[in-house]
């Protein structure tokens, strides 16, 4: 075989190794997560608190609570963070946003307070008859579902009734509020990401139609 036949078949073997190598899909399970995003799975604890259920993700560090509903022509995330370390805790809504995961891709930016429209509570007329109302319920001393004092210390959620603005959470505080983002009605698999101090907390949600 003359140096030149060589050469060829040299060139001939490489090429066929190379097409063969490329056409080798990667292992999608190899996928690595970034060590900075904490993702509420099987795992993740689940609270029922004031009337709304959330999602909480418990570190060290933080506990994030996220509960998700839909408000008019918005989706309305009700989020409580609390700082357990001994330094000041930067966070800002403008951080936050739902990721649409299916049907099509997409992200729901956070709406700030001045710009969304909620939908206004309907007026009785003037000459409707008042209605009674009934008395506020209140846990038996023997109702086995009655919180402790503890466990209501321990589960503490301040009012939510308001909306979450950018703020420092001082250690060993709790800060909770509305966060509203734009709304997907086709949407039904979700992530409300929450970046907060340099972690990326995610809550997974499947939305009922």
Do not use: W
């Amino acid at each position: 075989m003359t140096n030149l036949q060589k050469l060829c078949f040299a060139t001939i073997f490489a090429s066929g190794t190379l097409t063969f190598a490329a056409s080798v899909p990667k292992d999608p399970q190899k996928t690595i997560q970034p060590e900075n995003v904490i993702l509420c799975e099987s795992s993740c604890e689940t609270k029922t608190l004031y009337g709304r259920k959330y999602k909480v993700i418990d570190t060290p560090r933080y506990t994030v609570m996220v509960s998700l509903s839909k408000e008019g022509i918005y989706t309305r995330a009700d989020v409580s963070i609390t700082n357990h370390t001994d330094m000041p805790l930067p966070m800002s809504p403008d951080d936050f946003r739902v990721e649409v995961v299916t049907p099509k891709p997409k992200v729901l930016l956070y709406v700030p307070p001045p710009s969304f429209v909620l939908p206004q509570p309907a007026v009785a007329p003037s000459n409707a008859v008042p209605q009674p109302v009934p008395p506020v319920s209140t846990f038996a001393a023997n109702d086995p579902a009655a919180p402790s004092s503890s466990e209501e210390e321990k589960q503490k959620v301040d009012d939510t009734d308001h909306n979450l603005a950018a703020t420092s959470i001082a250690p060993n505080e709790v800060i909770s509020g509305r966060v509203y983002f734009e709304r997907d009605k086709r949407a039904h698999l979700v992530n409300v990401v929450l970046p907060i101090a340099g972690l990326v907390f995610e809550f997974p949600y499947a939305l009922k139609k």
